[in-house]
T-cell receptor, first 118, second 113 residues
Framework: AQSVSQHNHHVILSEAASLELGCNYS??????LFWYVQYPGQHLQLLLK??????LVKGIKGFEAEFIKSKFSFNLRKPSVQWSDTAEYFC????????????????FGKGTHLIIQP | DAEITQSPRHKITETGRQVTLACHQT?????MFWYRQDLGHGLRLIHY???????NKGEVSDGYSVSRSNTEDLPLTLESAASSQTSVYFC????????????FGPGTRLTVT
């Protein structure tokens, strides 16, 4: 079974600082990779995803992530954060083309609580 | 617009009662999933379904059941609610044929007293 590790549980940054959130997964096969964001009191929204192709993927709100297969990593980055980026961030994986003709459920990391100070 | 809805949004119940949480999607997705979210654990998969009459156990399925009688709905039942099942529950769906991206509902906050 796959697992996901997020390195930082709590991160506090000032506005305009650069952000990098670490994510590593363990699985020997081909996976799909996701970053979700959960703003306070809201449901999960997809920030970006990697299925195949260019390992540098761009998502919404200026976020990007780089898939490094040799390191089993999918770190999330943003050059300059804003106060509105305060949220919980989840890295997730699932096995591509799982049984039943679709993908299996997502395996999530425990999340990173990001606080941006004005 | 297509969407995924959950009801109720908040529920308080007593230990030992049976509780059913509803999930309805209008994406016409084959795949549906239930997760629970707990502090320090992220989201964990409870049950999932790849289509009508199909159900599968996830990581934390004990004490929960699901049934899939149509494409749109996957209700989650707690057979005998326990305090350990106090959590926020999210339903999700995905197409599974053209994309593995999952779309999440707004969540149900369940408190078992």
């Amino acid at each position: 079974a796959q697992s996901v590790s997020q390195h930082n549980h709590h991160v506090i940054l000032s506005e305009a600082a650069s952000l990098e959130l670490g994510c590593n997964y363990s699985y020997g096969g081909t996976v799909n990779l996701f970053w979700y964001v959960q703003y306070p009191g809201q449901h999960l929204q997809l920030l970006l995803k990697y299925f195949s192709g260019d390992p540098l993927v761009k998502g919404i709100k200026g976020f990007e992530a780089e898939f490094i297969k040799s390191k089993f990593s999918f770190n999330l980055r943003k050059p300059s954060v804003q106060w509105s980026d305060t949220a919980e961030y989840f890295c997730a994986v699932n096995v591509r083309g799982g049984s039943g003709g679709g993908a299996d459920g997502l395996t999530f990391g425990k999340g990173t609580h990001l606080i941006i100070q004005p | 617009d297509a969407e995924i809805t959950q009801s109720p949004r908040h529920k308080i119940t007593e230990t030992g009662r049976q509780v059913t949480l509803a999930c309805h999607q209008t994406w016409n997705h084959n795949n549906m999933f239930w997760y629970r979210q707990d502090l320090g654990h992220g989201l964990r998969l409870i049950h999932y379904s790849y289509g009508v009459q199909d159900t599968n156990k996830g990581e934390v399925s004990d004490g929960y059941s699901v049934s899939r009688s149509n494409t749109e709905d996957l209700p989650l039942t707690l057979e005998s609610a326990a305090s350990s099942q106090t959590s926020v529950y999210f339903c999700a769906s995905s197409d599974g044929r053209t994309s593995d991206e999952q779309y999440f509902g707004p969540g149900t906050r369940l408190t078992v007293t």
